[in-house]
């Protein structure tokens, strides 16, 4: 059952880093402006890459910063942090000590969650 958790994760992750990646400025950040159409309205916002791209046109400030905050630079970090979290319980389950070992599982069971919906994902993992 951990192997096939541990697989699904590792199938996940390297998912999500390609979806970040697919862009050719994934290592950017992104930022929110004032929109442009009225620089005054401060409940309209525009979202711009570190280049200056255009992400979003005038949206609503919350939604350009709800964009904003999820930047490609910031997700890439976060599948990095996920994958040596995976690696970390690995070695946990490895020592044999029960106590890491069950929060090792504990832990790999928790990051399945957010991937309920993929076909692959297994009802016994559900917390």
């Given at each position: 059952?951990?192997?096939?958790?541990?697989?699904?994760?590792?199938?996940?992750?390297?998912?999500?880093?390609?979806?970040?990646?697919?862009?050719?400025?994934?290592?950017?950040?992104?930022?929110?402006?004032?929109?442009?159409?009225?620089?005054?309205?401060?409940?309209?916002?525009?979202?711009?890459?570190?280049q200056g791209d255009v992400i979003t046109g005038d949206?609503?400030?919350?939604?350009?910063?709800?964009?904003?905050?999820?930047?490609?630079?910031?997700?890439?970090?976060?599948?990095?942090?996920?994958?040596?979290?995976?690696?970390?319980?690995?070695?946990?389950?490895?020592?044999?000590?029960?106590?890491?070992?069950?929060?090792?599982?504990?832990?790999?069971?928790?990051?399945?969650?957010?991937?309920?919906?993929?076909?692959?994902?297994?009802?016994?993992?559900?917390?």
């Amino acid at each position: 059952m951990t192997d096939d958790l541990i697989s699904f994760l590792r199938a996940r992750f390297d998912e999500d880093e390609q979806v970040v990646r697919v862009d050719p400025g994934f290592s950017q950040e992104w930022h929110t402006e004032r929109a442009r159409a009225d620089p005054h309205d401060e409940s309209r916002a525009c979202v711009r890459s570190s280049q200056g791209d255009v992400i979003t046109g005038d949206v609503d400030v919350e939604r350009a910063r709800h964009i904003a905050h999820y930047d490609p630079a910031r997700m890439l970090r976060d599948v990095q942090a996920r994958q040596h979290t995976l690696v970390r319980c690995q070695e946990e389950m490895l020592s044999g000590i029960p106590r890491l070992v069950h929060f090792a599982k504990r832990t790999l069971w928790e990051m399945a969650q957010p991937y309920a919906d993929h076909d692959d994902y297994q009802e016994e993992w559900k917390l």
